[in-house]
């Protein structure tokens, strides 16, 4: 029985970190978006804005993968 609940965490685990990836990615893509097209922001301010977007979703799916959160 163990094991089946270690493998069911793995899963989860797996499935939660890209999630977050996902997450991160899709918001980076729409707020670069929006910024451009109906902010009218400058090119380098949406760029660093689009790599902390992407950064924020690996990050949080490298301390899932971790054990950063809610790890037993």
């Given at each position: 029985?163990?094991?089946?609940?270690?493998?069911?965490?793995?899963?989860?685990?797996?499935?939660?970190?890209?999630?977050?990836?996902?997450?991160?990615?899709s918001v980076?893509?729409?707020?670069?978006?929006l910024?451009?097209?109906?902010?009218?922001?400058?090119?380098?301010l949406?760029?660093v804005?689009?790599?902390?977007?992407?950064?924020?979703?690996l990050t949080?799916?490298?301390?899932?993968?971790?054990g950063?959160?809610?790890?037993?």
């Amino acid at each position: 029985m163990n094991n089946v609940l270690q493998a069911l965490k793995a899963i989860y685990d797996f499935f939660a970190g890209d999630v977050s990836i996902l997450v991160g990615t899709s918001v980076a893509f729409v707020g670069a978006f929006l910024l451009l097209k109906q902010g009218h922001a400058p090119n380098a301010l949406v760029a660093v804005l689009f790599v902390a977007f992407l950064l924020a979703g690996l990050t949080d799916s490298l301390n899932r993968e971790i054990g950063g959160h809610g790890a037993a």
